[in-house]
């Protein structure tokens, strides 16, 4: 079977090409990848291509498919795997395999380090780690995108399971947030925040009694606040709280909603100094900061107040993505009507993928959406109202987002797979 797929041939060195699949083995399944989320992560792969942990090194020569936020339906299954997967599963991906005979050992992941899985593209073979690992996970919900997005809300599940606390006079870790604590997401309202609130909100086992959200954009404060509203965390017993930090004494300001006692969890999404020294300033007495963001630079340091370690017990965690677990939570959750639609900000067909990975940094907004079978330039959402004076499924996309709240929704991902067709490429 021939697909097309954006491959990774060395830095800054995307192809979009189309080329023939091998037959699959008795170990392997062939699967039909409907939709990808692009991520920062494959940017940093792009640019650090064959000294990256996760390439191969010989990707001149075997180049490897990027994307993996991916979701899709099996087509075939290698006999071994019959009794587990059928022809029109719908399916999820965790890349995080940590399986020692990938092609690059343990840190070997889908949309890394394999020629021919990766989820910027039409078809793809799933190779026999992917589900010996138990990573290949089937979703019952609504549509695809949300299965998509299953691996970054598991990214943020994973990091409110990291979390912890002790009790004075043990040394015994409690995992997790501080069930009734009060809990602060910096930094919080891009795509992984906006997951992070989406998720802490609706949690039933565990919750916080005061949730304040930072950032120093308005405008996506008033977003967020519009997506996730104040009103809609009450009904879960959450005090929620959107604050402006870019004026004033915001270390005070933020301690105050906390009556003076700081925060028992705190949560750095962006990986700036200040923000970091803002985390460690309001943390309470044995209050974890987890910093989340992801540096791109490995020398990046901050200060940290020791003295609060010593006499607070203080402490810091740090997480990147979520494991099997956290994203089979995610899935469940989605399949139970969360809905993730508030991430996405921009969408587009596999024509898209290259221009847009090679300047993601530079592309403003959320989540940026790619559907493998189509064509279709990188498109915001808030754009679709414009574009649709000159083409009507634009503007059939602008009146179903329009009906929820300007979000994408399973109608919309409907609707755009059925007339994509008749879309503009360029």
């Known amino acids: 079977m021939k697909t097309k797929a954006v491959r990774l041939y060395g830095k800054n060195d995307l192809r979009l090409e189309e080329f023939e699949l091998p037959a699959i083995s008795e170990d392997e399944i062939l699967a039909k990848v409907v939709c990808d989320s692009l991520c920062m992560s494959s940017y940093k792969a792009l640019h650090e291509a064959d000294v990256h942990k ?36 719908k399916f999820s991906i965790q890349p995080a395999l940590n399986y ?71 040394y015994v870790h409690s995992m997790e947030i501080a069930d009734g604590g009060n809990m602060a997401i910096l930094a919080g309202v891009g795509p992984m925040g906006l997951a992070a609130i989406s998720y802490a909100i609706r949690r039933r ?40 930090t870019s004026g ?75 494991n099997t677990d956290d994203m089979k939570e995610a899935l469940q959750m989605m399949s139970e009507g969360l809905d993730p639609a508030g991430l996405v900000t921009h969408v587009g067909g596999l024509n898209a993928v290259v221009d847009a990975t090679l300047t993601l940094p530079q592309i403003p907004g959320g989540k940026k959406l790619i559907y493998t079978h189509i064509d279709m330039p990188l498109t915001p959402i808030a754009d679709f109202a414009e574009k649709g004076k000159q083409n009507p499924v634009f503007a059939a996309l602008a009146q179903l987002c329009e009906d929820n709240k300007g979000l994408w929704s399973v109608e919309a991902e409907e609707y755009l797979l059925a007339n994509a067709g008749l879309l503009p490429t360029g």
């Not at 979701?71 to 029109?88: C, D, I, K, L, T």
């Not at 005061?210 to 005090?239: C, F, H, W």
């Open 54 to 89: 996760r390439v191969p090194r010989d990707i001149g020569r075997h180049p490897t498919i990027i994307g993996h936020e991916f979701a899709g339906e099996v087509v075939e299954v290698g006999a071994r795997w019959q009794a587990h997967f059928s022809a029109g599963d």
């Open 100 to 170: 020692a005979q990938g092609p690059v050992g343990i840190l070997s992941a889908p949309g890394y380090s394999y020629r021919y899985v990766g989820g910027d593209a039409t078809y793809v073979i799933m190779p026999r780690e992917v589900m010996e690992q138990g990573c290949l996970l089937r979703y019952a919900g609504r549509g695809y995108y949300p299965a998509s997005l299953s691996e970054p809300l598991s990214c943020v599940i994973g990091a409110m399971h990291a979390s912890y606390h002790t009790t004075p006079g043990s």
């Open 205 to 244: 086992d565990r919750k916080p009694r005061l949730l304040v959200v930072t950032d120093i954009d308005q405008t996506r404060l008033d977003r967020a606040s519009m997506l996730y509203p104040p009103e809609e965390a009450a009904k879960n017993g959450i005090e929620l709280r959107y604050v402006n």
């Open 248 to 322: 004033g004494d915001a270390v005070a300001t933020l301690k105050a909603l906390t009556g003076g006692k700081g925060y028992n969890d705190v949560f750095v999404f962006a990986p700036v100094a200040p923000v970091v020294e803002q985390a460690d300033a309001i943390l309470c007495y044995d209050g974890c900061l987890n910093f989340f963001a992801g540096p791109a630079k490995s020398d990046f340091k901050t200060l940290f107040n020791f003295y609060n370690v010593h006499y607070a017990s203080t402490h810091v965690v740090g997480t990147s993505g979520g």
